[in-house]
């Protein structure tokens, strides 16, 4: 695969960016049912997991945004499916996350020499350290969409920093594992295609897997 060539991972990047918008949908609802308070924290791992995975595809902050955008479509979607307005709480905040996710992954693997992110502790201490600024600008999201960050009971005080440590320990782990993804993703992208039709797979397979993620969010909320 050549990283200089976006097109060679931009179907890497857009397969990611799906799954992820996925999992936000699902994971999503199943840790609000049984871990409501922490949910966005262990969500904040699971965003930066595939942030990590894109990183290594693309190795450009273009690879990031773009998945924090696709993902922000899946929101939207939802927003449709649940007639609820793009600036709810359960809308426009986390695309509001997102992005801080992103910015703060994408400002601090910028900065990281490159020796130290190849290896799992410097990739540990990547995520944990991207998890903690993106807890902190959170809460700065009542002036984006004039829909103030949850707050922990009878307090003022975010949720998003009365529960950082829970972001930061999540993302330990889901941040190496993300590079790790990526490093399997890219070893089977760069094969070579054996037949014509394997070849033609490569083109149809990001559409595919945009359209079928945004399907099964549809019989999620509509089931």
Request: aromatic share 10%; with cysteine; glycine share 10%.
């Amino acid at each position: 695969m050549d990283r200089s060539n976006p097109k060679s991972c931009l179907g890497l990047v857009i397969v990611l960016g799906s799954v992820w918008g996925l999992s936000e949908a699902g994971l999503g609802m199943g840790l609000r049912s049984c871990a409501a308070f922490v949910s966005g924290s262990i969500m904040t791992g699971v965003a930066l997991f595939f942030m990590a995975a894109g990183w290594f595809v693309s190795r450009r902050a273009w690879g990031v945004l773009l998945m924090a955008f696709i993902a922000s479509v899946f929101k939207l979607f939802d927003a449709l499916l649940l007639s609820l307005p793009i600036k709810h709480g359960a809308i426009g905040n986390p695309i509001f996350a997102f992005f801080m996710e992103a910015a703060a992954f994408v400002l601090l693997v910028s900065i990281v020499k490159d020796k130290l992110a190849e290896k799992p502790a410097g990739q540990a201490l990547l995520g944990g350290i991207a998890a903690g600024l993106a807890a902190n600008l959170f809460p700065l999201v009542k002036y984006a969409t004039g829909v103030p960050a949850c707050v922990v009971s009878g307090t003022g005080y975010p949720l998003s920093l009365f529960y950082i440590y829970v972001a930061a320990l999540v993302s330990l782990v889901t941040v190496p594992l993300g590079f790790l993804a990526g490093a399997r993703m890219e070893s089977l992208a760069s094969r070579p295609a054996k037949s014509r039709a394997r070849e033609k797979l490569k083109f149809v397979l990001a559409p595919a897997a945009f359209i079928l993620c945004l399907a099964i969010v549809a019989l999620l909320r509509l089931s």
